[in-house]
Protein backbone atom coordinates (compact mmCIF):
# COMPACT_ATOMS: atom_id res chain seq x y z
CA UNK A 1 0.00 0.00 0.00
CA UNK A 2 1.63 3.73 -0.91
CA UNK A 3 0.94 6.67 0.87
CA UNK A 4 1.46 10.45 0.25
CA UNK A 5 3.75 11.97 1.88
CA UNK A 6 2.71 15.58 2.24
CA UNK A 7 5.44 18.00 2.62
CA UNK A 8 5.01 21.28 4.40
CA UNK A 9 5.24 23.68 1.59
CA UNK A 10 2.31 21.63 -0.25
CA UNK A 11 0.38 21.13 2.74
CA UNK A 12 -3.31 22.53 2.54
CA UNK A 13 -4.43 24.76 5.16
CA UNK A 14 -6.49 22.31 6.42
CA UNK A 15 -3.25 19.97 6.73
CA UNK A 16 -0.98 22.89 8.77
CA UNK A 17 -4.07 23.69 11.54
CA UNK A 18 -4.12 19.39 11.79
CA UNK A 19 -0.30 19.66 12.37
CA UNK A 20 0.19 22.38 14.80
CA UNK A 21 -3.40 21.73 16.84
CA UNK A 22 -1.88 17.83 17.52
CA UNK A 23 1.37 19.89 18.82
CA UNK A 24 -0.36 22.10 20.41
CA UNK A 25 -2.42 19.52 22.02
CA UNK A 26 1.02 17.49 23.06
CA UNK A 27 2.75 21.10 24.16
CA UNK A 28 0.04 22.19 26.90
CA UNK A 29 -0.07 18.35 27.93
CA UNK A 30 3.31 18.41 28.51
CA UNK A 31 3.37 21.62 30.45
CA UNK A 32 0.56 20.52 32.76
CA UNK A 33 2.03 16.81 32.92
CA UNK A 34 5.65 18.61 34.36
CA UNK A 35 3.27 20.55 36.76
CA UNK A 36 2.03 17.61 38.31
CA UNK A 37 5.33 15.88 38.53
CA UNK A 38 6.23 18.80 40.38
CA UNK A 39 3.12 18.36 42.36
CA UNK A 40 4.66 14.60 43.04
CA UNK A 41 8.44 15.90 43.90
CA UNK A 42 7.42 18.59 46.00
CA UNK A 43 4.66 16.46 47.91
CA UNK A 44 5.88 13.43 47.42
CA UNK A 45 2.04 12.34 46.59
CA UNK A 46 2.43 9.24 43.45
CA UNK A 47 -1.02 10.15 42.86
CA UNK A 48 0.32 12.97 41.25
CA UNK A 49 3.22 11.02 39.64
CA UNK A 50 0.51 8.55 37.89
CA UNK A 51 -1.47 11.61 36.62
CA UNK A 52 1.88 12.87 34.88
CA UNK A 53 2.50 9.86 33.64
CA UNK A 54 -1.34 9.63 32.09
CA UNK A 55 -0.84 13.13 30.74
CA UNK A 56 1.74 12.41 28.93
CA UNK A 57 0.82 9.32 27.38
CA UNK A 58 -2.40 11.13 27.00
CA UNK A 59 -1.04 13.72 24.87
CA UNK A 60 2.89 13.73 24.35
CA UNK A 61 3.32 9.67 23.04
CA UNK A 62 0.85 9.80 20.61
CA UNK A 63 2.30 12.86 19.16
CA UNK A 64 5.61 11.43 18.81
CA UNK A 65 4.54 8.11 18.25
CA UNK A 66 3.14 9.38 14.80
CA UNK A 67 6.17 11.93 13.73
CA UNK A 68 8.84 8.91 14.85
CA UNK A 69 6.99 5.73 13.31
CA UNK A 70 5.91 7.67 9.96
CA UNK A 71 9.68 8.81 9.57
CA UNK A 72 11.10 5.81 10.33
CA UNK A 73 9.54 3.03 9.29
CA UNK A 74 6.21 4.17 7.24
CA UNK A 75 3.94 1.61 8.08
CA UNK A 76 0.34 1.79 7.24
CA UNK A 77 -2.09 4.44 8.77
CA UNK A 78 -3.94 1.86 10.68
CA UNK A 79 -0.81 0.64 12.47
CA UNK A 80 0.23 4.45 13.73
CA UNK A 81 -3.77 4.47 14.97
CA UNK A 82 -3.08 1.40 17.02
CA UNK A 83 0.06 2.73 18.66
CA UNK A 84 -1.77 6.01 19.38
CA UNK A 85 -4.97 4.60 21.17
CA UNK A 86 -2.78 1.80 22.74
CA UNK A 87 -0.76 4.97 24.48
CA UNK A 88 -4.29 6.44 25.18
CA UNK A 89 -5.69 3.90 26.50
CA UNK A 90 -2.64 3.07 29.13
CA UNK A 91 -2.81 7.35 29.71
CA UNK A 92 -6.46 6.93 30.93
CA UNK A 93 -5.77 3.75 32.74
CA UNK A 94 -2.58 5.49 34.82
CA UNK A 95 -4.98 9.09 35.03
CA UNK A 96 -7.92 6.76 36.67
CA UNK A 97 -5.72 5.37 38.83
CA UNK A 98 -3.93 8.30 39.99
CA UNK A 99 -7.45 9.06 41.19
CA UNK A 100 -9.27 6.63 42.65
CA UNK A 101 -6.33 3.38 42.76
CA UNK A 102 -3.59 5.10 44.93
CA UNK A 103 -3.97 6.09 48.57
Known sequence: MSRNVVR??????????????????????????????RGYRRNDAPSMFYLALGLLLLTLCPFLLNVSVTSLLSPDRVVIALLENVSRLVGLVAITYSLYGHH
Open 8 to 37: LDQASLFELLTVASLFLVALFGTVIAYQAY
